[in-house]
């Protein structure tokens, strides 16, 4: 993959991403000694969709879910170490805590509370995932769809096509870095040039053995 990717872990010391295991062993073989943060969006999206099965096994009301979800948020926010998000998880001792749908997501927690907390000791970790992971799973849905795993040539080459388009491609109106691309973002000359000539004139590494 061109160095552009990366250039956020590289200088950034850190990169946030999901669970996948995937994206981590190739980012740990890639970047020896990276720092990597877990994704707090994740993390409570899936301690929401656990107070949702909660809710419907308790009946509880809605306030009273809408409260648990702040409680967990809360301790997840303001954690600043594994041993302090520890400590804040045990303090949560109400019964509903101890309910196996919400302790299993509080388990979770405690389990990775490194990499849940890294974002505070670590410069360019982030609470949420990177543009790197995003694109590592883009890439992973497009490789199923082209049945191209067992093709070892064919992998290579889309993986290298697409992550060069990825580099230079600007993101789209609403995203939050709207009209900048990873490469712009990683300071690349572009010469006000469209996204495309760009590419061509920094030779993108395109179909090169440098691409990775």
Same mark, same amino acid.
């Given at each position: 993959?061109?160095?552009?990717?990366?250039?956020?872990?590289?200088?950034?010391?850190?990169?946030?991403? &999901?669970?996948?295991?995937?994206?981590?062993?190739?980012?740990?073989?890639?970047?020896?000694?990276?720092?990597? #943060?877990?994704?707090?969006?994740?993390? @409570?999206?899936?301690?929401?969709?656990?107070?949702?099965?909660?809710?419907?096994?308790?009946?509880?009301?809605?306030?009273?879910?809408?409260? @648990?979800?702040?409680?967990?948020?809360?301790?997840?926010? +303001?954690?600043?170490?594994?041993?302090?998000?520890?400590?804040?998880? %045990?303090? @949560?001792?109400?019964?509903?805590?101890?309910?196996?749908?919400?302790?299993?997501?509080?388990?979770? @927690?405690?389990?990775?509370? +490194?990499?849940?907390?890294?974002? %505070?000791?670590?410069? #360019?970790?982030?609470?949420?995932?990177?543009?790197? &992971?995003?694109?590592?799973?883009?890439?992973?849905?497009?490789?199923?769809?082209?049945?191209?795993?067992?093709?070892?040539?064919?992998?290579?080459?889309?993986?290298?096509?697409?992550?060069?388009?990825?580099?230079?491609?600007?993101?789209? +109106? #609403?995203?939050?870095?709207?009209?900048? +691309?990873?490469?712009?973002?990683?300071?690349?000359?572009?010469?006000?040039?469209?996204?495309?000539?760009?590419?061509?004139?920094?030779?993108?590494?395109?179909?090169?053995?440098?691409?990775?």
């Amino acid at each position: 993959m061109p160095n552009y990717i990366f250039q956020i872990a590289e200088f950034g010391l850190g990169i946030t991403k &999901d669970k996948w295991e995937a994206s981590t062993k190739a980012l740990k073989a890639v970047f020896k000694g990276l720092w990597i #943060g877990f994704c707090h969006r994740h993390c @409570l999206k899936k301690f929401r969709q656990a107070l949702v099965e909660y809710q419907e096994q308790t009946q509880c009301s809605n306030k009273e879910r809408g409260r @648990l979800y702040k409680e967990f948020k809360k301790v997840l926010e +303001s954690s600043t170490s594994q041993i302090s998000l520890e400590v804040k998880l %045990k303090s @949560l001792n109400e019964a509903a805590f101890d309910h196996p749908l919400l302790k299993g997501r509080l388990a979770e @927690l405690i389990k990775n509370a +490194s990499h849940y907390t890294c974002h %505070k000791k670590r410069a #360019g970790i982030t609470k949420t995932t990177s543009i790197v &992971d995003n694109f590592l799973k883009t890439v992973k849905r497009k490789l199923t769809m082209a049945e191209s795993f067992r093709d070892k040539e064919c992998t290579q080459i889309l993986f290298q096509a697409m992550a060069n388009a990825r580099n230079f491609v600007p993101f789209l +109106s #609403g995203a939050k870095n709207a009209h900048k +691309s990873p490469f712009m973002l990683a300071q690349g000359e572009t010469h006000n040039l469209p996204w495309i000539q760009v590419m061509n004139f920094h030779n993108a590494f395109l179909f090169t053995p440098n691409a990775f």
